[in-house]
């Protein structure tokens, strides 16, 4: 079987889905609208103006939220209608973040590498168990009702049993990312793995392709788009479970910092300490999003601005 007609084979399965939908429209009495066909009779890529335009056109609405509610903030701490000491102004929160900076980008660093490392490994775990279930039934059987047992127990009731089995240090906070983030890796793989057409396995299978084949060039990309929303879940619960490990026990991390900051009633530093958290769980969930727009450029999810029928 050639390497053409897989990777044919593979774009048609794992597009049939987006495709769906615009297939039932185009049978009804409906006019098409989009844009005009390219070379190929595909659409042309957008310029880069284009791009920067639909970019700007995605923030303003967010940043018109987060506006909203730094003022709200900003007139409910300057009014003192809750004390600052609970709830400290905007302009403390950065005095306090710039002052300590130094202190708080170790911190950072520390958090951060945990939840990358955590959520590596989670991907690399989820995905084969994935597979491992996807592909036997003895497996699925015997491997699925431990991963749902183990998701139900409460994280933080195990943190404790992990320092004291692995200590003080980054182990623990790692292995609590990890566990944390495995299960929606699993779930989404699985999901993607077994919604390959029935048909085009058996095409690839009468075409003389091996399993090894048929997994690289029909069943992985067609289960991408489940598997990249399940990293996207993965890399916000990441964050959480190395900010939990550090509370069980550390003695650095930003886990370990909004424990002092709690400590001691310094609003202005928790509420710092608070950002910079949000800040890790953005920054790679964007990166996620990037992948994903790299990786899928042709799933409906990605060309959702191309506008297909009216009505």
């Known amino acids: 079987m050639t390497e053409n007609a897989l990777d044919t084979a593979g774009r048609k399965a794992a597009a049939a889905t987006a495709a769906g939908e ?48 730094f003022a709200a903030w900003w007139f409910v701490a300057a009014r003192e209608y809750v004390p600052n000491y609970l ?22 660093m520390v958090t951060l590498y945990e939840t990358v490392l955590g959520f590596v490994l989670a991907a690399a775990l989820g995905l084969a168990t994935a597979v491992a279930i996807a592909y036997s039934r003895t497996l699925d059987k015997a491997l699925y009702p431990i991963v749902l047992f183990a998701q139900v127990i409460p994280k933080i009731a195990i943190a ?40 085009l396995l058996d095409l690839a299978a009468t075409m003389g392709a091996g399993p090894w084949r048929t997994f690289r060039k029909i069943r992985f990309p067609n289960a991408l788009p489940h598997l990249m929303a399940g990293l996207k879940v993965a890399v916000t619960l990441a964050v959480v479970g190395a900010v939990v490990g550090e509370f069980v026990g550390a003695s650095e991390g930003l886990g370990y910092v909004l424990l002092l900051a709690n400590g001691n009633l310094d ?44 009505s």
């Not at 042309?44 to 939220?65: E, H, K, N, Q, Y």
Request: charged letters at 10%.
């Open 267 to 310: 609003a202005p530093l928790l509420f710092a300490d608070l950002i910079l958290m949000s800040a890790i769980g953005i920054v790679l969930f964007v990166l996620v999003e990037i992948a994903e727009a790299l990786l899928i450029p042709w799933h409906a999810s990605r060309r959702a601005g191309v506008p297909l029928t009216t």
């Open 160 to 199: 404790p049993l992990l320092v004291v089995w692995f200590g003080l240090g980054l182990t623990p906070k790692i292995i609590l990312a990890v566990l944390i983030a495995f299960f929606p890796v699993v779930i989404s793989g699985v999901a993607g793995l077994r919604s390959t057409d029935p048909e």
């Open 87 to 108: 709830v400290p102004t905007p302009g403390q929160v950065w005095t306090t973040m710039t002052g300590q900076w130094s202190e708080l980008a170790r911190h950072t």
């Open 22 to 69: 615009s297939a039932t429209a185009a049978a009804t009495p409906s006019t098409v609208v989009g844009p005009p066909p390219g070379v190929g009779g595909r659409p042309p890529r957008p310029t880069l103006g284009r791009r920067a335009v639909a970019f700007a056109d995605s923030l303003w609405r967010p940043a018109l939220v987060l506006a909203a509610f």
